[in-house]
């Protein structure tokens, strides 16, 4: 253990449901500083909502950050007195530091934390560890700025939460809803590869976190959460803010200097309504380009090779345009064999629509030109729409993470 924890005892690791003992699923971290009033209530909360209600082996680990006011002996005590409860003590201040210092030692599968407020409704703990737990996301968060979200706070701190994450989605591209509510989960192998680059110690850790984990490409997972405002928190808000704006700039400027070593991104998710936008947008381009070079070409040679050369260029084209735009895919790992899938789902395109005109012309030798028109127009259509779904699904798959092996 590091020396910068200190801890009385470990408990026997016990399990939910009759489970066997051993490391267990999830480790719920619960940071404290000074807090001897909350903490023997809500952590006996948590344990019976843990105990009766949560399907996956557990440990709630007090993580106590050099408090003097007694919490350290309660943690003790509630160690001592509770199964499945341990209590950790660190020297030195800071919720980012327990979690780092915790987290980083933990055997879990599954790393989570939460106010010891207990803000947020214990019944969305599951919603947030299941998809981690399937191999749906890497990292799962708490947000109380989504559609569903039930909060209670007053309009000062609903104003300053609101006005830092439109500062992150500017200042930092961020995606994710809400940086700062403290409620949050984390697969164990995606905490190995983040935590020592998160730097911040304080309360500006889970924005880096965050940023970081969005920047490797890693899934994140909101769930709106019901959140009630503790009107006894210990948290100084100005303190606070101002120590999140230095965090900001800092991560900023070492994003940008590329000073901060992160793996390749694996493929992105881009929301379905703007890769269909894209898409269509390519489309269009792709056929006034496709005309252009018909043209060009016809001037030198006959019509069916004008056509076969215009169409394998502007399929590349397309492809090219499609893995970069509409899929957000940049560099040249596996540039070739999608070009090579790209060429296939043209083809299949292009045979739906051949494949139909020829069936027109076996029902009816001379179909009437508004027939052909609507038979080609419908086939267009559907071989648009199949080549969409053929690059999404098969060509520009992303990989799916595996879900969690647990111990039996």
């Not at 499609?322 to 070739?336: D, M």
Request: net charge positive; glycine share 6%; with cysteine.
């Amino acid at each position: 253990m590091s020396a910068a924890l200190a801890t009385t005892r470990r408990t026997p690791l016990g399990v939910a449901r009759g489970a066997t003992v051993g490391a267990p699923v999830v480790d719920v971290v619960v940071p404290v500083y000074n807090e001897a009033e909350a903490l023997v209530p809500s952590i006996h909360r948590l344990h019976v909502y843990l105990q009766e209600r949560f399907p996956f082996s557990y440990r709630i680990t007090i993580a106590d950050n050099g408090s003097d006011d007694g919490t350290w002996q309660l943690a003790q005590a509630l160690e001592a007195g509770l199964p499945d409860v341990r209590a950790v003590r660190l020297r030195e201040k800071g919720r980012g530091r327990a979690l780092h210092s915790v987290w980083s030692e933990s055997d879990a599968a599954v790393l989570a934390y939460m106010d010891v407020d207990l803000s947020t409704d214990l019944a969305a703990l599951l919603p947030l560890v299941a998809p981690l737990l399937s191999g749906h996301s890497d990292v799962a968060i708490g947000t109380r700025l989504r559609v569903g979200a039930h909060v209670r706070r007053g309009a000062k701190r609903e104003l300053i939460s609101r006005s830092y994450n439109a500062l992150l989605h500017a200042v930092l591209r961020t995606r994710f809803s809400d940086a700062q509510c403290g409620f949050k989960a984390i697969r164990a192998d995606r905490a190995r590869e983040l935590l020592p680059l998160v730097e911040d110690r304080g309360w500006f850790f889970d924005t880096e976190l965050l940023v970081l984990a969005e920047r490797t490409g890693f899934r994140i997972h909101e769930v709106p959460v019901d959140w009630v405002d503790d009107p006894d928190s210990r948290v100084d808000i100005v303190a606070t803010a101002l120590a999140d704006l230095r965090g900001v700039v800092r991560l900023a400027r070492n994003l940008a200097a590329g000073r901060i070593p992160l793996r390749p991104a694996p493929v992105p998710v881009t929301g379905f309504r703007r890769q269909v936008a894209s898409f269509l947008l390519i489309g269009v381009a792709s056929t006034l380009a496709y005309a252009a070079l018909f043209v060009a070409f016809r001037s030198v040679v006959a019509g069916q090779a004008a056509n076969a050369l215009a169409l394998f260029v502007t399929a590349l084209a397309n492809t090219a345009a499609n893995r970069r735009l509409t899929f957000a895919i940049s560099g040249s790992r596996r540039v070739v064999r999608h070009q090579l899938q790209g060429l296939v789902v043209f083809g299949v395109a292009l045979a739906l629509t051949s494949g139909s005109l020829a069936v027109l012309h076996l029902v009816s030798a001379r179909p009437a030109r508004v027939v052909e028109l609507a038979v080609l127009t419908a086939a267009n259509l559907a071989a648009t729409v199949l080549r969409f779904v053929l690059l999404r699904a098969w060509v520009f798959r992303r990989e799916r993470t595996p879900p969690l092996e647990l111990a039996a």
